[in-house]
């Protein structure tokens, strides 16, 4: 029997499945009658707003879906959808150990296990995520996870009781979501394009669409920089980490008020998304990131005491804490450091490359390992890591961003050569 690791947080589900790693977002996109999650429905989110669910996880229930979308009678429909694709996509695990976040009531709990039994694969394990990140961290005095959901964000309280890592509260954070911070980013950055340019993005749905589509690599280069410079639709407008810094002042407020004071030994973490929202490291103190690995190599840890194969499943709410805790990496540096004497950790999961044609000019035509012609000198091939580009110039870009050397690229990628040609990779199914 082979067992998945599923982490599910909305803002980004992960699947680990022997050496695969599945990652999709909580979107689902009504086309065609069926159903399209994660990446391919986030980047038609402003293009069809109305064939669009982004709730689905977080308001799961067997209520009448409202607005309706498609053939789903509920959000417990989506979500079952959802969690079959991504069993697909992880090669069919046997059985799933589900790390589930907090906020999610006793009766979702119970609704998402129901429609786990009309799936191909058993759930064996239910572990709280907090609980399970809070386990690998160094033992102290409290400790806050802060966690960003599509919708809302989640403050959750551990303590260590002689060696055990346990849940004391949970807190929601309302209009904390990514989705709501997101907007926030947009807009402070549309008043900077018309401010410089007079031009807005958000006049329009494709040139909106552009924009949020560029968030995330304008985010990374201020985790760099002080400025960078976004360009959509030819327009160019020059933003600083200092303006974006306000679209957190909600999260922050609200978090601080919720934590309280914190005492000397106290440490606040954070999904590996939260690095990159400007001013986070200035509002908390005593802040630590945690790295991207952190759940998947908790789930491995713990795996013995969490799989539940001959019983009613238990949600488990504390664990051991980890013989070889991490050490604090101090607030400035934002991230966890290894003890010296801790073995290497496994390599990452290499991810599932899904993408099997190229679409040019409307017309797919099958992607060739050994290598598909983009344009003069560039091409397109298949490693063990995924698809690369060779041949390529300055000027190509994927997703609107300069590609860089080594960078695998999957289903719904953009390249664009600088030659005049874009293709789009794309997965055709028989």
Known sequence: MSIGLLDLNDSNLQL?????????TGYALLQGGEYLFGAPARAAARLQPRDINTRFWWQLSTETLQPALGPARHTGDLVHAHLMELHAQANGPDELLLAVPG???HEQLALLLGIVQQCPFDAVGLVNRSVALGSLYSRGERLFHLEIQLHQAVISELADRGGQIELQRTIPLPGCGLLQ????????ISAEFVRQTRFDPRRKAATEQQL???LPAALRALHTSAETNLDINGYQARVSRDQLQAAGKRLFDSAKETIGVLHPGDRVIADPLTALLPGLTTAFGQLDILQADDMHRALQLHESRLVQREQALSFITALPSSSSPRKHSGASAGTFADTPDKPAPPPAPKPVCRATHLLTHHVAQPLIASGTALAQGCELYRSDEGWLLRGATAGTTVNRCPYQSGQTLDTGDIIDTGAGTTATLIEVRV
């Open 212 to 214: 949020y589509d560029e």
């Open 16 to 24: 680990w499945h022997r050496d695969a790693l599945v990652q999709s």
């Open 181 to 188: 911070l997101q907007e926030r980013l947009v807009e402070l």
């Open 103 to 105: 906020s999610m009531a």
